[in-house]
């Protein structure tokens, strides 16, 4: 236990994980719309920009629920949930680039999943792209590979 303790990284920032409720609509579209021009790096592989249809996903208005992550009043992450599927809530998950590799996309994960049990829902995490952080955490949460959905990638985790 105490090993992987000290390989954990320590965080120098007090993020908070929150309701989407409690995040303006503006903020969200403004953080999408920020996603659109960042730069893609995954380790030393540059990946190509996030898609118009995938950042549509998390501001689709019907997608009303959902956790975001906020460091010093500056919207970093948000999961954007919905119930269209027979397997459970949808979950769209973005993180900021400068925000990433730090645990804030495990969050979002973790609290959305807490939600989705709340309601006796498991969660299905929607991926645009099989990248290596989202292999991770599709292990680290034993997440069970699904038929794709409208394209993207999609795991399973049971939470009820």
């Known amino acids: 236990m105490l090993a992987s303790m000290s390989t954990m990284p320590v965080l120098s920032f007090d993020p908070v994980v929150m309701s989407l409720a409690n995040i303006g609509t503006e903020a969200v579209h403004r953080f999408v719309a ?4 960042e730069p893609r790096m995954f380790g030393t592989t540059a990946a190509g920009r996030s898609s118009t249809r995938w950042r549509s996903m998390l501001t689709h208005p019907s997608l009303l629920e959902g956790v975001a992550v906020v460091v010093d009043d500056d919207l ?3 999961g954007r ?5 027979s ?3 949808e979950l769209y998950v973005a993180v900021a680039a400068s925000w990433r590799r730090l645990g804030l996309g495990a969050r979002l994960i973790g609290e959305a999943s807490r939600v989705a049990a709340e309601h006796g829902d498991d969660v299905v995490l929607v991926a645009e792209r099989p990248k290596a952080p989202v292999r991770q955490l599709a292990q680290r949460f034993r997440l069970q590979p699904i038929n794709s959905i409208d394209g993207f990638l999609a795991y399973h985790l049971r939470c009820a």
Request: glycine letters at 14%; hydrophobic letters at 45%; zero cysteines.
């Open 76 to 78: 970093v992450g948000i």
């Open 81 to 85: 949930m919905t119930r269209r599927t």
């Open 34 to 37: 920020d996603l659109a021009a």
């Open 87 to 89: 397997a459970g809530r």
